[in-house]
């Protein structure tokens, strides 16, 4: 059974990136279709933004061959405008995961997202 989540940027970046570390897993599930990872326009353009950064120093090859491998395995939502009225996440740049997660109603959240929702509780229980 493949699972839909919704991925923050720092655990799809570390599952990118880090091809022998702890969340390499997490690559290697979506690539075999154990995991489906949802992404709306925002979170998309998020992941291009962060790729960018200095630190990274990756070429612009090598940000095409790393968003090759994670964007033909995931399912594009579309989020309704204006946002619902859902509570506000403790992060505000991760609020946009929270509307994803209630517009694709995905089956887990990412580890990270535990700890960044005030709520999660209830939507991790409610749904």
Same mark, same amino acid.
């Given at each position: *059974? !493949? ?12 599952? *990118?990136?880090? #091809? @022998? ?6 690559? &290697? @599930?979506?690539?075999? /279709? /154990? ?7 925002? !979170? ?12 990274? +120093?990756?070429?612009?090859? +090598? ?28 992060? +505000? #740049? ?6 994803? &997660?209630? /517009?694709? &109603?995905? *089956?887990?959240?990412?580890?990270? *997202?535990? !700890?960044?929702?005030?709520? +999660? ?7």
């Amino acid at each position: *059974m !493949t699972l839909r989540v919704v991925l923050d940027t720092d655990i799809v970046l570390s599952a *990118m990136l880090f #091809k @022998a570390g702890r969340l390499a897993w997490i690559r &290697r @599930a979506w690539q075999h /279709q /154990q995991l489906h990872p949802l992404v709306c326009r925002d !979170t998309a353009n998020e992941l291009l933004r962060v790729l960018a950064y200095p630190k990274f +120093e990756l070429t612009a090859q +090598e940000k095409k061959d790393l968003l090759g491998d994670f964007l033909p395995y995931t399912e594009v939502i579309t989020l309704p405008t204006p946002w619902p009225d859902l509570p506000a996440c403790r992060d +505000e #740049k991760d609020q946009v995961f929270l509307f994803l &997660r209630m /517009q694709a &109603r995905p *089956m887990q959240w990412s580890p990270a *997202m535990r !700890t960044s929702l005030p709520c +999660e509780a209830y939507f991790l229980d409610g749904y």
